[in-house]
Each structure stands twice: as structure tokens, then as C-alpha cells.
């Protein structure tokens, strides 16, 4: 068995009584011989650490770069960067898996997944779905809640590869409800770096979101779109096939600069078709 906390739906309706704070429990079942379930340790990204560092040394002590060049000599660097460059290697359970029978891999994860995503890259003819854990130090102190088996653990991830024999195929259909467009037609990504949506159109997105907030609203815009988020929550959504593929939360942006900020560690591809 495997699973994990989540935070409940923003709202749902139940015998036609509105409630914010629902308790849910999602069951599903799989056959052993197509499921195999398996738990990760894989570490991810790790958190960016702010604050000052002092040095406690001595003068005429050499500091740790200083003594580099002799302590490197003999190292192959080569090595080095290959093994960087290199995907970790899959969790246990999934190591006696042939790559072209593994079809479909869900995983449940804490808030670092990049090292299993980038193992799982082996599976490279599979669809992978994944989603993040709730944060739950404030329902029973640990950051996250995952369970494998009989185990209850605060990090790392669990899952389940499906195999098959090629006769069936996965098929994916996503809804994303309580969602109004506020822009009319598509646009293309034209300029990214990073996180940043740099140009819309070849056009400033700040702006764009203003302007079509104020036409949705009819009213004067906030000058920043951070202050337009404090009320409500915007998001770059992704199409295709005419179809919302993918959303992007929008954490803010500065119309003088012309940029938006996406909560993600990249953007759209450029050329990607958005609204």
C-alpha cells in the first residue's frame, strides 16, 4: 500500500451542503502482477539556506580554496562532472523492471522530487505522473506524511510503476474547475529565462494581465500585479490541442519591468501557446 496526506478541496459539495473543511479518504486498488509499488530516498533539491557566515580562523590560517590546487592534484575531473551529469539510479523495487514494459508511474513525494524525477528518466517510454504531499507539521509534526506498506515516513517519496504487455494504453483527461479566462485569445511565449515570462506576443505580460483585469472588472488596476494577487490568484495556463494542458501559478510581476514570475523552477517553452 502506498499513499499520503493531502489538504481536502478547496470547497466540495456534499448532499447539497457546502463544506470548507471536508475529510476525505481516496481509495484504489491495482493488480500485484501489473502494480509494483516502491519507496524513494532519493534526495532532491535542497532548500536555499539565508543567513551570514562567519569564518572562525586564524590570519595566517589558509582558507579552504587557498589549499585547493594541492589538494586536487590527481583528481579526474572528467570522472567528476561525468558522475554529476549522470540520473541516480531507480529505486530497489523498480531495478528488475525492463524499461519498455513499464507504461505509467505515479508518485506521491515531499517538496524535493528532482532526484527521483531525474532516475525515473530511465523509463523514458512511460508517462509519469507525480504530485507534491501536503505539509503536515501542524497535523502530526512531520513536514510530510507518506505511507509505504506498514511505514509512516516524513520524506522521500513513494509510487507505483504499471506494466503491461503494450495492449493498453494510458490516457490522461485533467480538469481544472473554478477557473475564467481573463484574456480572450492565445498568446505565444516569446521570451523566457528561468522562472520569468519575459515577453507575451513580443509584448510586456505585465501589462497584458492589467489590461485584461481591468477590462474583466471594469475598473482602475492595482500598479503592481503582486497587489492584484492578494485578492485573487492568477495563473498562465498552457494549451494544447485547444485544450488546457498545464498551469503555471503567477507569483507577481512589475509592469515597468515588464516581466512576470511564475512559482515554478522553469517556464513555458518558448513558442508555447498560453492565456
Not at 507525480?130 to 515516513?153: D, K, M, Q, W
Not at 492578494?230 to 503567477?250: A, C, N, P, S, W
Amino acid at each position: 500500500a502506498v499513499g499520503c496526506l493531502s489538504a481536502p478541496l478547496l470547497q466540495l459539495e456534499y448532499e447539497g451542503t457546502t463544506t470548507n473543511n471536508p475529510t476525505i479518504c481516496s481509495v484504489a486498488t491495482f493488480d500485484e502482477k501489473t502494480a509494483t509499488p516502491f519507496r524513494s530516498t532519493i534526495p532532491g533539491k535542497e532548500p536555499i539556506q539565508v543567513g551570514r557566515w562567519h569564518a572562525f580562523r586564524k590570519r595566517d590560517e589558509k582558507t579552504s580554496l587557498e589549499s585547493l590546487p594541492q589538494e586536487s592534484e590527481g583528481i579526474n575531473w572528467e570522472s567528476v562532472w561525468a558522475k554529476n551529469r549522470s540520473a541516480p539510479d531507480v529505486p530497489p523495487e523498480l531495478r528488475g523492471l525492463r524499461p519498455e514494459d513499464v507504461q505509467t508511474i505515479l508518485y506521491l513525494s515531499d517538496s524535493a522530487p528532482e532526484g527521483l524525477a531525474q532516475s525515473l528518466s530511465k523509463f523514458d517510454r512511460s508517462s509519469k505522473l507525480g504530485f507534491i504531499a501536503s505539509s503536515t507539521p501542524f497535523v502530526n509534526g512531520r513536514p510530510h506524511t507518506l505511507f509505504f506498506g506498514n511505514e509512516v515516513h516524513s520524506a522521500g517519496a513513494v509510487g507505483i510503476a504499471f506494466t503491461s504487455d503494450g495492449s493498453a494504453k494510458p490516457r490522461m483527461d485533467m480538469e481544472f474547475p473554478e477557473l475564467n479566462a481573463i484574456t480572450d485569445r492565445l498568446l505565444t511565449v516569446t521570451d523566457i529565462e528561468g522562472n520569468m515570462v519575459h515577453t507575451l506576443d513580443g509584448a510586456n505580460p505585465s501589462h497584458l494581465i492589467l489590461s485584461a483585469i481591468e477590462k474583466l472588472n471594469g475598473k482602475a488596476t492595482p500598479t503592481h500585479v503582486d497587489i492584484g494577487i492578494k485578492e485573487d490568484e492568477f495563473f498562465l495556463g498552457v494549451h494544447r490541442d485547444g485544450k488546457l494542458y498545464q498551469l503555471y501559478t503567477i507569483q507577481g510581476g512589475d509592469p515597468a519591468r515588464g516581466t512576470i514570475a511564475l512559482r515554478s523552477d522553469a517556464t513555458p517553452d518558448i513558442g508555447s501557446k498560453v492565456k
